[in-house]
């Protein structure tokens, strides 16, 4: 297993599992505190989702889209990005584990340093962040107005797994120039969080070379902008190729390696220069 | 167990010299060092400050890669096989713990278990074992931020030991530690290298755990090895001088004999330099004769003395171009 084998690589799955067991079952030990803590982050994640619908109460339709469409979008993204940041959101501790000499501990152990820090605090706390969007995709495409064809059906899972690939490369990539700067942490949390917060809404929402930026620079629109204009059939604000509707998988893969080459790269520097 | 050939590491190191401006300069934190160690030693690894002491144990444990030189610990190439040697190798940092501040010690070392992919039947006899030795009973459900200095570095010790390795590397065990505490790492340590033959490598600070524990040590100063060997060879190299304290009936002006010389006076007591190929037996013999003694002791140079000319001498050398 390599420096910067991040978790799905083989070996990995099963020790980032092992990891997030035991930590979830210390939690346990504790279950009413368990309980309200999942709980409460699942309403403070669910906050997003009320702006929605106050937005609804006054309006049918926004920019084109109505209310279960908005919804759609914001339950696919808010589940990506809830699993990407579950399974992969203390990385953006590694500047800190740099400065305490903490990450020197790490490498002193078998496992991929990037797992040790994912599997950090692993509490069920976390696994609140998963609730809005499971409900939202359990209530909501019943209620879409689209043409349910078993392409579309699939599409949805590839959706929200492309997405959690995308933003888990987003996460390990920001994380990772902090071997450089070892004060980014803030980058890191501008690009994901900021990333969530866009994609919840419909792409005609924001300004058209806004969207074309996001579209080439950060390939955040690929989470699921892209391929819901599949599944609500609706026409590209962009007039973009239809190609690019089924290409968040290729995006995510393209997004995933040069993630894990900086991890790699990075570690290497760190193991260099030792600061 | 580990073969360090020629090993240099350097660091580039920025100042800043004006409002824009930086210097970079290249510092050599370890330069040229080369030693081996057997299985089944127990080495001390001592220097001051900024020695170079804990950059050669990162690039022993595959934190650090080399700038150049060859490392082989377990047959392994640390900066290259870094996962595989860590399975073959406990690693205990005095200074920061490798536990998780927040979980009691025993789901601590529960993760340390699956780091280690140690099976469930030897985690438990293992960790049986490990608890008897170093007692950890009392608080194994305790959360280690909760934990005593002394308690917390016997866990980071049974967290090292759990997957069995053959050699073990410790940064100051004992920093900070108190006597009671000292003299539990101290015993266990000594019992795990002799009962168990496990390899034991540590840097202290603290010359009692070298002369406790230590069949050998090696003195690292400004990045170069300073001494290599055991610690009664130490005196012999640093040409460590016995001393001679004399209580006489009454005050007395400085003793002057043959070779020996008193090198301090306060009353009626005197120390006097024996050089160490000196009979001791005989100067007392001619002490007696000339004056009235009262009490007699003879003192070797202590070990902190030693390294501290042992610096010293170091320094002078690298003075002189030598």
């Known amino acids: ?275 | 167990m580990i073969e360090v050939e020629g090993v240099t590491k350097s660091f580039t190191v920025r100042r800043r010299t004006g409002r824009f401006r930086w210097s970079r300069t290249r510092v050599r934190a370890v330069d040229g060092v080369s030693f081996r160690v057997e299985p089944g030693e127990f080495v001390g690894y001592l220097g001051p400050n900024g020695a170079g002491k804990s950059t050669t144990i990162k690039m022993l444990t595959g934190i650090l890669s080399p700038s150049s030189g060859t490392v082989r610990v377990c047959g392994l190439d640390p900066s290259r096989q870094r996962t595989a040697l860590a399975r073959r190798l406990g690693v205990v940092f005095g200074q920061r713990t490798t536990l998780w501040w927040d979980l009691p010690l025993r789901d601590s070392l529960t993760l340390v278990r699956h780091l280690y992919r140690v099976e469930a039947a030897a985690f438990r006899s293992r960790l049986a074992e490990l608890s008897a030795l170093l007692e950890l009973e009392p608080f194994l459900d305790t959360p280690v931020r909760q934990l005593s200095l002394g308690q917390r570095m016997r866990g980071d010790l049974a967290a090292a030991l759990l997957h069995d390795p053959r050699l073990l590397v410790l940064d100051e065990p004992t920093i900070g530690l108190d006597v009671v505490s000292k003299a539990t790492v101290r015993a266990f340590l000594e019992r795990l290298n002799t009962e168990r033959g496990t390899t034991v490598l540590l840097t202290t600070h603290d010359l009692g755990d070298i002369e406790r524990l230590c069949r050998r040590v090696m003195i690292v100063d400004r990045g170069r090895l300073a001494y290599d060997g055991g610690l009664a060879g130490l005196r012999d190299a640093v040409g460590a001088d016995r001393q001679l304290v004399v209580d006489l009936a009454r005050p007395a002006p400085p003793i002057a004999l043959p070779g020996v010389q008193a090198v301090r006076v306060d009353g009626p007591r005197q120390w006097l330099r024996l050089p160490r190929e000196a009979n001791a037996a005989a100067v007392v013999a001619a002490v007696a004769e000339r004056f009235e003694v009262v009490d007699i002791a003879l003192r070797e140079t202590d070990i902190e003395e030693l390294v501290t000319r042992l610096y010293g001498r170091a320094r002078d050398d690298r003075a002189a171009g030598r």
């Open chain 1, 1 to 275: 297993m390599g420096d910067g084998a991040p978790p799905g690589h083989g070996l990995g799955v099963r020790v980032y599992a092992l990891l997030a067991w035991t930590w979830l079952r210390a939690a346990a030990q504790y279950p009413v505190s368990m309980l309200l803590l999942a709980l409460a982050t699942a309403v403070v994640s669910a906050l997003d989702m009320v702006a929605i619908m106050l937005m609804f109460a006054h309006a049918t339709r926004i920019a084109g889209y109505t209310a279960p469409e908005v919804l759609f979008l914001y339950g696919t993204s808010t589940l990506s990005f809830a699993v990407a940041d579950v399974l992969l959101g203390t990385a953006e501790r590694l500047g800190r584990h740099i400065r305490m000499g903490t990450l020197d501990t790490m490498l002193v152990r078998p496992v991929s340093p990037l797992i040790q820090i994912a599997t950090e605090d692993f509490s069920p706390r976390r696994l609140g962040k998963l609730l809005p969007g499971i409900a939202v995709l359990a209530l909501v495409p019943p209620r879409l107005e689209a043409d349910w064809t078993p392409g579309r059906v699939a599409m949805v899972p590839v959706l929200v797994a492309s997405g959690v690939a995308i933003f888990a490369g987003l996460w390990v990539l920001t994380a990772s120039v902090q071997f450089w700067l070892i004060e980014g942490h803030g980058a890191t949390k501008a690009v994901t969080y900021g990333g969530a917060f866009l994609t919840q809404y419909p792409p005609t929402v924001f300004a058209r070379d806004f969207v074309r930026g996001v579209t080439f620079a950060v390939p955040l629109a690929f989470v699921n902008w892209q391929p819901a204009l599949y599944v609500l059939d609706r026409p590209d604000p962009l007039g973009l190729p239809a190609a690019f509707r089924f290409a968040s998988p290729l995006v995510a893969l393209l997004l995933c390696a040069p993630a894990a080459a900086a991890w790699r790269t990075g570690l290497r520097r760190y193991r260099s220069t030792g600061s």
